[in-house]
């Protein structure tokens, strides 16, 4: 079994407040535990992590010290910006390993990181934290064996800077992570009346697309569970935001659906989204449809789901 939690859903910036109390307002933060084995797996330390630290220091400390592993979509800001107030780093006997993508090949994990936590930033260098911690760069990579049973995919998925899904298989179960990303498009110029437009480029972009977009459809198709990106509406998306680097509720349920995933949560809501919004986008998007149709709901802090 995989127990799922959801400690931080925004994107973005967190945004607390009497608007977003119902679906929660800090930035991605997801815990996986896998009780049969003991093991403990983070991903993404955006400022849902200090929540999540606190629950940990109250519930697991008490039976001995912590180990837990932290998986990074990427190094965007709302993505690690917690882990300065992740308390366990400053306990002795705390073994943390963190794994992530890097974009700038002289840029090491650590230094990635641990740079807001320099002095002109924050109060506590890097170099006090008492916890052991590790640092390996990850890159796409089909099977990682993780040990216990625990088996991880990872995939390149379409942000401005190197992003990867994450696909944990465990005893049957599978729990995938497509987030921050948007659908591959066509880079080429497709307007035959466009002075620069080639129509063998035209033509082999628009594969190109087609053919990356169904990599990520193949690497969480079947999924028990997927969280995708879905900070958008079709419209929004369409107005302005194409190449920001995240997708629209649409996409990610046509996405699903085709690739047989059996719930689809909805997650990086924008920090303008209010729950009134998201009930609103509930009743349009998230209707019951037949038992054998996937099951879709925007992700909430605290929800809980056992795979």
């Known amino acids: ?74 190094t965007h800001w709302d993505h690690i910006m917690g882990f300065p107030f992740f308390v366990p780093a400053y306990i002795p006997g705390t073994t943390i390993k963190v794994y992530g993508p890097v974009t700038y090949e002289d840029d090491p994990l650590e230094e990635v990181v641990g740079g807001q936590m320099k002095y002109r930033y924050f109060p506590v260098n890097m170099g006090e934290l008492a916890a052991s911690i590790e640092y390996k760069r990850l890159r796409e990579e089909p099977n990682i064996d993780l040990g216990d049973g625990i088996v991880l995919s990872t995939a390149i998925i379409n942000h401005p800077i190197t992003a990867l899904g994450y696909r944990f298989s465990f005893r049957g179960a599978v729990f995938c992570t497509a987030y921050d990303t948007e659908p591959f498009r066509n880079l080429f110029v497709t307007d035959p009346a466009d002075p620069s437009y080639d129509e063998l480029m035209a033509h082999e972009g628009e594969l190109a697309a087609r053919e990356q977009n169904q990599v990520l459809e193949d690497f969480f198709a079947g999924a028990d569970l997927l969280v995708h990106d879905a900070q958008y509406t079709e419209q929004e998306y369409n107005d302005g935001k194409i190449g920001w680097g995240h997708s629209s509720i649409e996409h990610a349920i046509s996405a699903a659906r085709r690739a047989g995933v059996k719930r689809l949560a909805l997650f990086h809501h924008d920090p303008e989204r209010t729950d009134t919004h998201l009930d609103e986008l509930t009743t349009l998007y998230c209707a019951d449809g037949s038992p054998d149709d996937t099951t879709i709901f925007f992700a909430r802090e605290g929800m809980k789901i056992d795979l």
């Open 1 to 74: 079994m995989i127990q799922v939690r959801f400690w931080g859903v925004r994107g973005s910036i967190p945004c607390p407040g009497p608007q977003t109390m119902k679906y929660g307002g800090n930035t991605a933060c997801i815990e996986l535990r896998f009780p049969e084995v003991g093991r403990h797996i983070i991903i993404d330390a955006g400022s849902g992590i200090r929540e999540l630290a606190g629950h940990m220091m109250a519930h697991d400390l008490p039976r001995g010290p912590i180990s837990t592993e932290i998986y990074l979509s990427h």
